[in-house]
């Protein structure tokens, strides 16, 4: 089993910034893809950002273009999303998900393997 635990979530004003972390334990695999997703109340869970097991390939929404960045340290098997010029609508829970494999980074949920519990981040008007 693996387990992912983030940190970093709260509240910060529009236009702040916040840094994101997920750390796996428990069972490693050589190959994976990491992503984060996130979900507002009364909405579905929604894709944010993945990247590939070597950090070449990142994919991100389109909301967040611009303004968030992916990233993992392999050797802590910690995965990062900085979080910058934040608006009141990516006020969410932010989880972070494993897709075990050398595959490509995906927006498709049922493909993740496991996931995390979440951390909130409120954004103030």
């Known amino acids: 089993q693996v387990q992912l635990v983030e940190s970093g979530g709260g509240l910060v004003q529009a236009g702040g910034s916040l840094r994101l972390s997920c750390a796996a334990s428990g069972r490693t695999f050589r190959t994976y893809v990491m992503g984060w997703f996130r979900q507002a109340p009364g909405k579905e869970r929604e894709f944010v950002a993945a990247v590939s097991w070597n950090g070449f390939n990142i994919y991100y929404a389109d909301s967040v273009k611009g303004r968030f960045t992916i990233s993992r340290d392999n050797a802590k098997y910690t995965v990062y999303l900085q979080m910058n010029s934040l608006k009141p609508e990516d006020t969410a829970v932010y989880s972070c998900?494993?897709?075990?494999?050398?595959?490509?980074?995906?927006?498709?949920?049922?493909?993740?393997?496991?996931w995390g519990q979440g951390t909130q981040v409120t954004v103030s008007s």
């Open positions: 998900a494993l897709k075990n494999g050398p595959s490509v980074p995906s927006d498709t949920k049922p493909l993740y393997d496991y």
